[in-house]
């Protein structure tokens, strides 16, 4: 299949990259050609106008439990432990490998809605998620979410060995939950693993101040300088939340190569606070944006996660100039695929994936057109997206004005399946 | 114009209302029936199938600069006085009486795509804003942005006796800008004019801390004591962000009748700070939800402002719990109506306005269903957007699935006149 995109503007978020008219050319999974309009002798499968409407890479959602669609909007407005305990962990124990296929493909669907070309997930039944993923031709990183009550270490180093490779689209890394769900021995046999297979660690940490006391109750250090010096980072990793760390943490992430996913929207659902985004991007530590799960977020929009990312930044900061829109960008295309090890998915150049969106900029929130960059962080949303390719292939289009899914089953017969799931959980 | 709407799921927003399956029939302007599904002789001229999607009051928003659309990300990222003084001032100067016409049909274009049906506007050239919002049949209450450098209070009075009653859509209000703009002996006439007319007040009060101290150090008292002791709420009113407030501030507002319109998009992208909205509400202080003007925000997007009124709270409060769902969708519908001085335009019920929206369920970011009042507000959309309607007219629609406008111009000419004015204004 080769396609060809003409009259474009082209953003390809390369360093230092402006955005430009041209054409942009893909045979299979591959970008071929980007640049300036030019004659051609090849033969194309598909020539789609993009009528000087925008295209960029797609957007990474670099943290999120998509399965947890069955609890959207079923338990909202309550604090985080009593949420967690009565309305999350009881409900989830009844979900089947069944179950957790088609709620995943119901956040999928909502996925290239926004513009999301991969996910990097961390849930239960990685089996049954990576075959929802690879069926649907969403591509995706999963990780473990091992801990003392669910999964183990070597089930994780079992995945690991088994779920890579088995389909260009699905992927699978050293994971577990996090500091306060794992005992130390737990977290050294991690460690042990990402040692032996000289792998990173992708973890949630320091999601809130209680969880980064009780660690300093029981190990006398934050989550983040014990994690370090447990060695779970020793081929670097990333940590997921990060909202409450020291300056002494930011020095530990900045020599441990860890990387931040920030999830803005789920921090604030949940009054987790605001993570230091800024002292992040000055100690020039990577940062990228997940959603979260739909049962903390509670939509997987990253259009919402853009601005809240700068605008609790600047919140924090005091500062409107804290985090311009350009280094959001940055954070849910070029920075998330070095982050979730898709390095190929990063920006818009000849070899590598075509994974990419197109913005639709004829809408009166896109009107009239100045600072079009400015414009997709501040204004953009999901309406704005007329088309998302993964791997080639085209998952999502606006072309005639309709939403248009390209997927083998409609999403009607997902939101059927997934009600049954959720009536049949939680009554 | 008789119209029927069948099939829907209904939330009158009445005191403690549920959501119910009836439908709603319309005879010009008004509702006349909401209920159950019931047999009528009655002769429509048009029946809507809802299909089971969820019916509610139209989303005002309470405070807005529409023809700031032509500065929408033209200067994102600086800090507040420099924005202001550096690129607005100079540019709003240029501004014509027909390019504010202009500018305001394409935010009333974007205002309609998130179910927005009445806006309270505050700018320059009140007439050119009627006539557009007028053209368009939009809704809006205007009120007066006078101030030492721009309008008069003399002006302020002669359009609220002139604007008013010239169309079922358009109002006009007693306002002015702020304190920090207008002079003691201006305040003064606008409280005259105030108390001569028996009329509400609205300008915008404590949007930041320096403009508070400034104040202090003016009078020895804060912007809230200092306007009300003018004798400025003699009829209440409102005040537009007011996130700089101590506890005596609020007890002024309350022993006033002043409400809160809150503008949580705009305080975060300019790092204005965060509103104490729950002490609002625990005070008994009714609160309504603006999207501010769109060089400041940068979209007129109501559910965008609707998941961060409720998120910056709970932030603010370190608490998921605060200002729950159903609190949020009471600001901006029947607290709202009051507020704007549009009472009748509140609630669905007999007699009332036929300002409504109707919501798509059946996106992947709304389900499954589960509780639909939270999923509006905390995972909402304007793609799930079905109709807005205003006055018992459609405005917009997506019953096919295509963005449907129902102006008598097409958005691609309102666009193109825009870029224009902005093209000559910005260079």
Not at 300 to 306: A, G, H, K, T
């Amino acid at each position: 299949m080769k396609t060809r995109i003409i009259n474009a503007r082209i953003l390809t978020m390369e360093e230092g990259s402006e955005i430009f008219e041209g054409e942009i050319r893909i045979d299979g999974s591959r970008i071929t050609y980007v640049g300036a309009p030019a004659e051609t002798d090849e033969v194309f499968d598909s020539v789609i106008d993009a009528k000087r409407n925008l295209v960029l890479p797609g957007f990474k959602n670099a943290h999120t439990h998509s399965a947890m669609t069955f609890l959207r909007s079923s338990a909202d407005d309550l604090p985080l432990l009593q949420w967690l305990n009565e309305q999350v962990f009881p409900f989830e124990a009844k979900l089947t490998a069944d179950d957790i296929y088609s709620l995943s493909k119901l956040a999928i669907l909502e996925y290239v809605t926004s513009g999301i070309t991969s996910v990097m997930e961390m849930y239960m039944q990685p089996e049954a998620i990576a075959q929802a993923f690879d069926e649907m031709g969403m591509r995706v990183v999963q990780v473990g979410a091992a801990n003392n009550f669910s999964q183990s270490t070597e089930l994780v180093e079992h995945w690991y060995k088994t779920l890579n490779g088995k389909s260009e689209l699905t992927g699978f890394r050293i994971g577990f939950h996090a500091e306060y769900t794992c005992s130390e021995d737990f977290i050294e046999r991690i460690a042990d693993i990402a040692e032996r297979n000289r792998q990173p660690v992708f973890t949630h940490i320091s999601e809130g101040q209680p969880e980064v006391d009780e660690c300093i109750g029981r190990y006398g250090m934050t989550p983040v300088a014990f994690l370090a010096k447990k060695g779970v980072f020793r081929y670097g990793g990333a940590g997921y939340h990060l909202v409450h760390t020291t300056p002494e943490d930011i020095e530990i992430l900045k020599e441990n190569r860890i990387a931040v996913v920030t999830n803005s929207g789920s921090n604030m659902k949940l009054a987790s606070g605001i993570a230091p985004i800024e002292d992040y991007l000055r100690a020039g530590i990577p940062v990228a944006i997940g959603t979260d799960g739909p049962a903390s977020n509670n939509c997987l929009d990253i259009f919402r996660e853009m601005f809240l990312t700068t605008g609790m930044a600047k919140l924090r900061a005091g500062s409107a100039a804290a985090v311009p829109a350009r280094e959001v960008l940055k954070m849910v295309t070029c920075n998330a695929a070095k982050i979730m090890t898709i390095p190929d998915a990063d920006v818009l150049a000849p070899g590598k994936l075509a994974d990419l969106v197109m913005i639709d900029l004829n809408q009166p929130n896109m009107q009239p057109i100045n600072k079009i960059d400015c414009n997709l962080v501040y204004s953009g949303s999901k309406q704005n997206v007329m088309m998302t390719m993964v791997h080639g292939r085209i998952l999502y289009d606006q072309f005639d004005g309709r939403q248009n899914y390209h997927f083998d089953r409609e999403p009607e017969e997902i939101y059927e399946v997934c009600q049954k799931i959720r009536d049949r959980i939680l009554g």
